[in-house]
């Protein structure tokens, strides 16, 4: 039942939403491959083996057309940082200081990972979906009960609605994290990423996010002026140019779920909302 694989999908496969992909907090996502505030364990060393084997080969089949592609990434900061363990799966992995470390910063682990430009992934994986029988339904009400899912007529069910289990599951574990990203105009000769103090920017094939901001608990879906003066100046300091003209009309926000008591959810590759 994948829609990435080169053979039909062995199960029929119904994918409920309340919005289209470009409408999602994963569309506005700076998403490079690495593990991401989880424990690295052997199962996440497993899971990482599996996901680089994957994206490897959607990198080499698909192309441009799916928005995979190898990159080269930064992890940049100004005091030393230690090598981390998922640094066994990327490929060349190297520490560099300045003034070898862009931005101007201190020190810097540079890897070869895969970018997945999710404004090219995400229609990408749509067209796969459908291409192998795979059916969208755009909901006009959002499931807001665990009696809304018994309703639908399928023996088995995913639940992916991330942020939306909070009231689907009524778990009030389940709190948001609001992040704001500015998104700014391309930059077609910037061929790598970097993540440096809290900060990153990442560029992609219609534009470059600069982010992030992490406020927990958060639940309001407005610009905050603050932050993204913030993100203004940290962005600065990788692209000088280009961020003078920025308003508040470029910088997006996104809420992704936490859980309390039991630590943040979060998946195998860095969405982008925040790289702390």
Known sequence: MDANSSTPLN???????????????????????KPHEVAYNDLAHDLLVRAWTHFDRLSREAGDA???????????????????PYFSVVEDVQLLERPHVPGGYAYGWRYTTFF??????????????SRKGGEVVYLRERLDRMEDLIQLPHPTIFNCTGLGARSLCNDA????????????????????????????VYPRRADTIIGGTTEPHVYTETVDRAAL??????????????????????????????????????PAHDVGSSDK
């Not at 907090?25 to 700076?30: H, P």
């Not at 997945?116 to 979906?129: A, C, E, K, N, R």
């Not at 997006?252 to 959810?265: A, C, F, K, M």
Request: with cysteine; net charge positive; glycine share 8%.
């Open 229 to 266: 003066g913030l993100l203004i100046r940290a962005g600065r300091r990788i692209l000088p140019h280009g961020l003078y003209q920025m308003s508040e009309h470029a910088c997006r926000w996104n809420l992704t779920p936490g859980l309390d008591q039991r630590g943040r959810v979060a």
């Open 173 to 200: 574990n389940v709190y948001p994290i609001k992040g704001q990203i500015a998104v700014v105009a391309p930059e077609p000769a910037m061929d790598w990423s970097i993540s440096a103090d809290g900060f990153y």
């Open 66 to 84: 799916c928005g995979v592609r190898r990159q080269t990434h930064w992890e940049a900061s100004s005091l030393p940082k230690e090598k981390q």
């Open 116 to 129: 997945i430009d999710t404004s090219v992934y995400l229609p990408w994986l749509l067209g796969q979906l």
């Open 11 to 33: 199960s029929y496969v119904t994918v409920y939403t309340d919005a289209p992909p470009a409408e999602t907090t994963s569309a506005k996502a700076a998403a490079s491959f």
